[in-house]
């Protein structure tokens, strides 16, 4: 309910020790134009609140279809209480209201030995492009780097689909500029000085790492890698730099299966094409670019 910000951070920061998961919270209700307060869920003993949990909308990618998922993060039980059942019975609220709303599966990234009692199972993984990049061609050309404006929204949107098109898992991020750039993030488009847009980056602060890059032009999209010149790229093998803009000679992508990175159906059997594609080798598993909000931590 609106009001009860301060007492959700208290449980998170309590629950964890530190201000990261609080932050989360915070930044997910402010940037996230996905953000639904009913799935700002909590639990109270009397007046004091003592568990929380964040279920955020999202549409994911999955055999080539757009559905909708929930994605939990985080949740948090004061130390007190933990270990009671809180946390279970939050996570049963929030399967049941978006069971109710039509969403087709729940996902999320966290403890292999808590979340399977729940009804998780881990069917993805984490997308990686390693770079060499003493083997990177010099850049062709120089850029002008820019804040990410309204009207480079439309791209970004239609760029994103494109990558994404054929990745299980990949999240489609919204149309609001706040998805897009927010503090605490590297993110910014990326021009030629004839005024073509060349790409779009975004990095977290000061870890050395590109998390997302996108482009239209294949020969662009690699003069602004050997320009920023970075250790990894967190983009899928089947998305759409893997199959146009890397080369061998100077990087690798590939996936890996996660314990960690786990789903729960919403709509019963909505995951099965997908694992029988995957332990097939139909598709390689699939993996979740994660918005804006958790870059930041």
């Given amino acids: 309910?609106?009001?009860?910000?301060?007492?959700?951070?208290?449980?998170?920061c309590s629950a964890f020790r530190q201000m990261g998961e609080a932050d989360l919270v915070r930044m997910t209700r402010s940037y996230y134009l996905g953000f639904d307060r009913r799935y700002s869920i909590t639990a109270w003993d009397g007046d004091e609140m003592v568990?929380?949990?964040?279920?955020?909308p999202a549409r994911i990618r999955l055999m080539g279809e757009t559905v909708s998922a929930l994605v939990l993060a985080p949740i948090a039980v004061v130390p007190k209480r933990q270990r009671s059942g809180i946390g279970g019975e939050l996570i049963r609220r929030g399967h049941e209201l978006g069971k109710r709303e039509g969403f087709a599966l729940a996902f999320l990234c966290g403890h292999p030995s808590y979340y399977p009692r729940h009804g998780y199972r881990a069917c993805f993984g984490f997308a990686k492009v390693t770079i060499e990049k003493d083997k990177l061609p010099e850049p062709?050309?120089?850029?002008?780097?820019m804040p990410v404006r309204p009207a480079d929204i439309p791209w970004l949107v239609e760029r994103q689909a494109a990558e994404l098109a054929d990745v299980d898992f990949g999240w489609l991020w919204g149309t609001g500029l706040s998805e897009w750039r927010i503090p605490c993030v590297n993110s910014v488009m990326w021009w030629t000085k004839d005024g073509r847009r060349a790409a779009?980056?975004?990095?977290p602060v000061g870890k050395g790492k590109c998390s997302k890059l996108l482009a239209d032009d294949p020969a662009l999209a690699r003069d602004v890698i050997a320009t920023i010149k970075p250790e990894s790229v967190d983009h899928h093998p089947s998305g759409w730099l893997a199959r146009n803009v890397l080369e061998k000679e100077w990087s690798k992508a590939e996936v890996k299966v996660s314990e960690a990175a786990m789903a729960c159906e919403l709509r019963e059997g909505v995951l099965e094409p997908y694992l029988k594609a995957v332990e097939s080798g139909e598709r390689p598993v699939g993996s979740c670019n994660f918005t804006?909000?958790?870059?930041?931590l």
């Fill in 140 to 145: 062709g050309q120089e850029f002008r780097i």
């Fill in 200 to 203: 779009y980056t975004a990095a």
């Fill in 1 to 12: 309910m609106p009001g009860d910000e301060d007492a959700i951070d208290l449980v998170n």
């Fill in 292 to 296: 804006l909000p958790v870059m930041a």
């Fill in 51 to 56: 568990g929380h949990v964040l279920f955020s």
